[in-house]
């Protein structure tokens, strides 16, 4: 059962053309990586659909209905959740409060409390009260996430989380996937590290400069035809 | 020595009127990077509005301030959301003149609907009730009212801002704008909410302002003057800064004027212009961006 | 890729001057030969009058040049009005210097003043710098109530002797035939002229220069500019300081017509900073046609409308809200849009065109 769906998406900054036309889905309980290049639109793509930029109204669809014209505000109400590139946390707020804000636009109740996120990422409990510019990458990435899960979303929209990362952090995050996934959180992974999607996905799009260039399964898909759908022949 | 003595303890005090206009401003940059031009113009329309409820409704000022602030919360949220709102953006330019634009309207409305007149909001046997602190200097009861005031509104709004899920809205839409959206935070209502906020912190201000000295139309520019120096001289980001501010401006007016009445404002205007040389951050500056200065 | 035949060559060239701007070169050397003659033609109230929109104009685009090129913003202006207005006084009451001689001295020490006060509010950026400048302002005005020999608290009138010592009032009074005090108004008529005219070309100067370029670029983008080389903090001083020294003069000219001066006055925010700010908002920011329109529109508008008093204000008040809120761009700025216009040919304009190799 189809939950969200893109369908001829595109996106501008200004008078540049980011997005041209992407139809994408993702499936009840999926989770789905995008793939690409650096400016291919993988991150334009998640904020058009988390409501940070203009789209066309009918461009994305959630549950079948159209909430391309709604504020972002409205669409976390909604459900959908973006955990920002390069975590984007609060500089005022502690842990803590960076976690509880997260919660602030709630639309109902669900799983994810605080107490469900110490136990999911459990470093952060020690540092409930801390600023969080003193923290490392991987305890930011993990508030980030936690932060984001707050408001009990049924789609999570993951923006790099292993950009900058050590991959023994990165596999700690990853691992926390599982747990998301149990809760009936459909994941949406936009990523560079293309092996760590992979392993993660049941499906991967793959985009290049603005338009979708692949999409597939990824055991069904060679080493080639994704070389060539991240770089362009 | 009693003279000096005298000087700084009514510096002191003086400065707890200015952390009160203070307040306000800091709160309205804090929350939404909007200098308001018409702060000090407010601060004066306030002191219209409880002079004119404590007339028509034979209340003292106290009271009729009391009624005055649900008054005034209305008036900032409606301000922010029918006009200020609109002016928010990347450019500077929109919110400076617009507010600038506000501060002669509201400056050439109370001319014509109150007049010229020199007002002030009588209290009774208040206004001019005194005790003694020893080593010979006395100090008015309405300016250590002042003080105390202006002490309990930031103890307020530190709690409000610290310890309220609303107040970690306001820091986090302070901090990073777009994020705050993707927290369910409907930004254009909380700096609704947080003008309407700062518009009864101004009010407090404004019934101090009243019973302390006469008040008419035309001072709202030099109120926020000195709101601004307060804000400047203790540094962004902190309410209790805020406090320091005002109280070194006031100590500044009140021992320039130890030397010759007449160089009152002028010292503060120059401690001000000393502290933005040497210390531009302001004196206890707790701001992570550094816009201002 | 290719086909045959090689194409004529492609050659580029700058293009400032349009037919507009040239229409406008002529139409203005008309204009300011007319207005150069009219004391000769026109009523003494009309001479009066017009001095006011020609320093008003100057004051415009001045603040339009800090404000809307180099994105200094501010609200503080009438301390070198002021400033300039006192140092006339002070240098022919006390200093027995010649009226006309004053006044381009009085715009040299307003900017050299203007570096010290550069010094201390430029470490304000944005509103902030706005109201530091305004609070600049108000310790000028205090410092002057200060000095006794200028009247203090209350202001002081200019002597006779110095109102009289102005150069040509007696050729005037002859060619003219009119008496000393009309005599008067007619050289400060020309000398508000010659300030406008000479202020027009100093901005058009500045703006088509290198520095006028670094300033579109700072208006636009200015960190993109700091990246490209730009020396932000020495361009903005530049400006804010010649801006100080024309309106310095700008400043003693209006002193020596009025005769009379004081701090309230020659300081005032409502006088030198609200209406030149409405000037510039209602014509339109960032372009040298704007502040004109709108000078001719405020003129009018004192015209007719100031014996409303309080209600005027408010109105222009409201006028200035709506203008930045829905046209922003001002009056100018509409019509310019509309018709592709540009009077002042400050803008470069990339022209290419195809030559055949053989000519």
């Known amino acids: 059962m189809t939950l969200l769906q893109t369908r001829r998406l595109t996106a501008f900054y200004g008078d540049f053309q980011a997005l041209f036309g992407i139809d994408a889905t993702l499936g009840a309980g999926e989770t789905i990586a995008i793939i690409g290049a650096n400016g291919a639109g993988k991150s334009t793509f998640l904020k058009a659909i988390a409501g940070l930029i203009r789209r066309p109204a009918d461009g994305v669809l959630l549950d079948g209905k159209p909430i391309g014209s709604l504020s972002a505000f409205d669409i976390v109400k909604l459900g959908i959740a973006l955990v920002p590139e390069g975590r984007r946390l609060f500089p005022s707020l ?134 060539r759908a991240y770089f362009g022949s | 020595m009693t003279d000096w003595l005298n000087a700084l303890t009514q510096g002191v005090l003086l400065g707890g009127l200015y952390a009160l206009f203070a307040s306000g401003l800091s709160l309205i940059f804090g929350v939404m990077r909007l200098v308001n031009l018409a702060h000090g113009d ?49 450019d500077l330019l929109p919110p400076l003149l617009v507010t600038f634009g ?59 801002f610290y310890h309220t899920a609303l107040g970690r809205a306001f820091r986090a839409t302070s901090d990073d704008l777009e994020i705050a959206q993707l927290m369910g ?43 601004f120096e307060a804000v400047i001289i203790g540094g962004l980001g902190s309410f209790w800064g805020t406090l320091a501010g005002g109280i070194v401006l006031g100590l500044a007016q009140t021992v320039g004027a130890q030397f010759d009445p007449e160089w009152q404002i002028l010292s503060g205007h120059l401690a001000f212009l000393v502290v933005l040389v040497l210390k531009p951050r302001g004196l206890f500056p707790r701001a992570l961006d550094g816009s201002g200065a | ?101 004053a006044i381009p001295l009085a715009g040299l020490l307003s900017a050299l003043f203007a570096l010290p006060t550069a010094f201390i509010v430029f470490r304000l950026r944005g509103a902030y710098f706005a109201i530091g400048t305004w609070v600049v302002a108000e310790v000028y005005r205090l410092a002057f109530a200060q ?56 901005v058009y100067l500045m703006l088509r220069s290198r520095r006028g370029l670094a300033l579109g670029a700072i208006r636009d983008h200015e960190t993109a500019a700091a990246g490209l080389g730009v020396d932000i903090y020495r361009t903005k001083l530049a400006v804010y300081v010649a801006t100080a020294g024309v309106t310095g003069m700008v400043g003693a000219l209006i002193y020596l017509q009025k005769a009379r001066i004081s701090p309230d006055a020659a300081f005032s925010v409502l006088d030198w900073t609200a209406y030149v700010i409405f000037i ?30 309080a209600w005027y204000l408010i109105l222009l008040g409201t006028l200035g809200i709506l203008v930045m809120l829905f046209a922003p761009r001002g009056l100018w700025g509409l019509i310019a849009e509309r ?4 009077l002042f040919p400050i803008r470069r304009r990339l022209v290419a065109c195809r030559r055949d190799r053989n000519s």
């Open chain 1, 94 to 227: 502690t842990v803590e409060e960076n976690l509880m804000i997260g919660g602030y636009g709630r639309r109902m109740a669900g799983p994810w409390s605080l107490d469900r996120v110490y136990s999911l990422f459990p470093v952060l409990r020690d540092r409930r009260n801390s600023s969080t510019p003193i923290l490392s990458g991987g305890q930011q990435q993990m508030v980030a996430i936690g932060r984001a899960l707050m408001s009990n979303p049924r789609v999570l929209l993951c923006d790099e989380i292993s950009l900058g990362l050590a991959p023994i952090i990165i596999a700690d995050i990853y691992g926390a996937l599982p747990q998301i996934k149990a809760e009936g959180t459909s994941v949406v992974l936009v990523e560079q590290d293309i092996v760590q999607a992979m392993k993660a996905a049941d499906r991967v799009y793959c985009f290049q400069e603005g338009r979708l260039s692949l999409s597939g399964r990824p055991r069904e898909l060679t080493r080639d035809q994704i070389h």
């Open chain 2, 42 to 90: 407010l601060i004066v329309l306030a002191a219209f509005v409880i002079l004119f409820i404590a007339g028509k409704l034979g209340l003292d000022p106290f009271v009729a301030a009391l009624c005055a602030l649900p008054l005034l919360f209305i008036v900032g949220f409606a301000l922010q959301h029918i006009l200020l709102n609109r002016t928010l953006g990347r």
């Open chain 2, 102 to 160: 506000l501060s002669i309207i509201i400056q050439n409305g109370l001319l014509e609907i109150f007049s010229a007149d020199s007002q002030r909001l009588r209290s009774g046997a208040i206004e001019t009730a005194s005790f003694a602190l020893g080593g010979g200097v006395a100090v008015g009861v309405v300016p250590v009212l002042t003080l105390l005031s202006a002490i309990a509104v930031i103890v307020l709004l530190n709690f409000f």
């Open chain 2, 185 to 227: 935070i409907d930004v254009n209502r909380i700096f609704s909410l947080a003008m309407g906020l700062a518009l009864v912190v101004i009010g407090i201000a404004a019934l101090y302002l009243g019973l302390r000295a006469n008040f008419d139309p035309s001072i709202g520019p030099a109120r926020l003057l000195y709101a």
């Open chain 3, 1 to 101: 890729m290719d086909d045959g035949e090689p194409k004529p060559a492609l050659t580029f060239r700058i293009e400032t001057a349009g037919r507009a701007s040239r229409a406008t070169l002529v139409a203005a050397f008309g204009a300011l030969l007319a207005l150069a003659l009219l004391p000769a033609v026109a009523g003494r109230n009309i001479i009066q009058d017009l001095i006011f929109p020609f320093y008003m104009l100057a004051l415009a685009q001045c603040w339009n040049l800090l404000a809307g090129y180099a994105g200094l913003i501010s609200v503080g202006q009438q301390a070198f009005v002021g400033f300039g207005g006192y140092l006339l006084f002070a240098l022919t009451l006390l200093g027995g210097i010649n009226p006309l001689l």
């Open chain 3, 147 to 202: 000095f006794k020999s200028l009247g203090g608290g209350t202001g002081t009138s200019l002597a006779p002797s110095v109102t009289s010592a102005v150069p040509g009032i007696e050729w005037v009074k002859a060619v003219l035939e009119v008496r000393t005090p009309a005599a008067r108004d007619i050289i400060s008529y020309w000398v508000a002229l010659a300030l406008m005219v000479g202020t027009l070309i100093f």
């Open chain 3, 280 to 309: 510039v908002v209602i014509g339109g920011i960032g372009t040298m046609e704007g502040p004109i329109v709108g000078t001719v529109i405020f003129y009018l508008m004192q015209q007719y409308l100031a014996d409303f008093g």
């Open chain 3, 339 to 342: 018709h592709d216009l540009t």
